[in-house]
């Protein structure tokens, strides 16, 4: 019914995060000049973490855009108040609420633990990747 809301809200709250975490590492490091994806895979460097925070942060918009969708798709989701049409009936509304608290978390937790599994290998190929760089020096 709502689920996608629990999502939403993670992603408004990562895309804040990521914004922050994009000025601070801008100003630790005012030399440091974003290269696009094609001029960075010729060299071996860490990936910035407001990078891999934005990983996150499109999973999130992506699956609440989807569920957003499919929900709109059923009915469940209208373009006149309140919305959503559970939030219409007090019984609904309880329903509703069970599903975030249930269905919506445990989404929004999955996503996030793919997200971190993917931050871990990367992470893993960025050291092996580095390995001969930093033993050369």
């Known amino acids: 019914m709502a689920c996608f809301l ?14 922050v975490v994009i000025a601070h590492e801008n100003k630790l490091l005012p030399q440091f000049k974003r290269e696009t994806e094609a001029q960075s895979e010729h060299k071996a460097e860490k990936i910035p973490f407001s990078r891999k925070l934005r990983w996150l942060s499109n999973l999130l ?9 499919e929900h709109v ?11 959503l049409t559970a939030a219409g009936n007090p019984a609904d509304t309880a329903a509703m609420l069970h599903e975030m608290s249930t269905v919506g978390v445990t989404m929004a ?9 993917m931050v871990l290998v ?6 092996k990747a580095l390995q001969p760089i ?3 020096k």
Not at 6 to 19: C, D, L
Not at 73 to 83: A, D, K, L, R
Not at 122 to 127: G, L, T, V
């Open 122 to 127: 990367s992470s893993s190929m960025e050291k």
């Open 109 to 117: 937790v999955l996503v996030t633990a793919v997200w971190g599994a």
């Open 61 to 69: 918009w992506g699956g609440s855009f989807l569920l957003a969708f």
């Open 134 to 136: 930093l033993a050369a």
């Open 73 to 83: 798709w059923h009915g469940e989701v209208t373009p006149w108040f309140p919305f």
């Open 6 to 19: 629990v999502s939403a809200a993670e992603a408004v709250i990562v895309t804040v995060a990521t914004q």
